[in-house]
């Protein structure tokens, strides 16, 4: 269970199937809010949270909404950390040739919950050698 204040009018982030990795966040916004084309726009959600240690929310991109109008999600993944308990907001960028209207309720985002770890560097002047090595950028080739 993670605990969730959600100040606006809408439905707590929802998983739209059964198999949906991620769930569905809404604007909360007051009136209709237009991006115009390659307008950035940061959207309130109404939504805080508190994440146990270890995890993470991801904010990824509507794969409808990128397809159909052009908006997606700017720093994508955003990551929200465990010890962020501000409001949940999404950087969306109008990347279409047309301005784009949401209003209250809208579905802008999606929000997935994973695990990670936490790291420590080991300083060294060698890297063991592997089948891949630098090859980087396509190097396997297009096809």
């Known amino acids: 269970m993670i605990k ?12 739209e199937t059964n198999a949906s990795a991620g769930m569905d966040i809404r604007a909360a916004l007051d009136n209709p809010v237009t ?10 959600t109404g939504l805080f949270i508190e994440l146990p240690m270890g995890f993470e ?13 052009g908006i997606t999600v700017l720093n994508s993944p955003g990551t929200i950390d465990a010890d962020y308990r501000g409001e949940i907001k999404i950087i969306l960028i109008n990347l279409s040739g047309e301005a784009f209207t949401m209003k209250n309720g809208d579905r802008i985002a999606q929000m997935i919950i994973s695990k990670h770890e936490k790291i420590e560097w080991k300083e060294t002047d060698v890297l ?4 891949r090595g630098a090859g980087g950028f396509g190097h396997t080739g297009t096809t």
Request: aromatic share 2%.
């Open 4 to 15: 969730i204040v959600n100040t606006s009018a809408n439905a707590l982030p929802a998983y």
């Open 57 to 69: 929310a991801q904010i990824r991109p509507r794969s409808g909404l990128a397809a159909r109008n």
């Open 128 to 131: 063991n050698i592997s089948e």
């Open 35 to 44: 991006i115009n084309p390659l307008e950035r726009l940061v959207v309130p």
